[in-house]
């Protein structure tokens, strides 16, 4: 007669095909933006990507406010120092619940690159892009 264990071994998975503890899939390239796709995922920091090739990244822990005005966009302030994202499409929907502005707020953002203007010209109407990074 099959124990408890052994009908639950033929139902699971077996343990070789779960993920690993530091195992973690790419983020998703949105192009303007990056999103992690498990839905326990958070980023430890959000890297700004400028188009010149530069990078700064902030710890996630030091962020303590975040706004979002559709005319202004988005303010980030990391202690005392503040960053300013503009562009368009800043919280529309880049997918199904994938929002930039709701990604950050829930550390679901690795990076946000900032585009060229080839890149935002042949961005389409709705997608999201990043005119610009103002950094400390």
């Not at 919280?91 to 990076?111: D, T």
Request: glycine share 8%.
């Amino acid at each position: 007669m099959p124990t408890d264990t052994d009908l639950l071994d033929r139902h699971l998975p077996s343990r070789s095909a779960l993920p690993t503890r530091g195992e973690t899939e790419e983020p998703s390239d949105l192009g303007a933006f990056g999103w992690l796709r498990g839905v326990h995922d958070r980023s430890a920091m959000l890297e700004f990507r400028k188009k010149d090739g530069s990078i700064t990244a902030f710890a996630y822990a030091w962020l303590e406010r975040a706004e979002f005005d559709p005319s202004e966009g988005i303010a980030l302030r990391f202690g005392p120092q503040k960053v300013r994202i503009t562009g368009r499409n800043l919280n529309a929907e880049a997918r199904p619940n994938v929002r930039l502005f709701a990604g950050i707020v829930r550390h679901r953002v690795p990076w946000i690159q900032e585009a060229d203007q080839a890149a935002a010209m042949e961005a389409g109407r709705g997608a999201t892009v990043i005119e610009a990074i103002e950094l400390p």
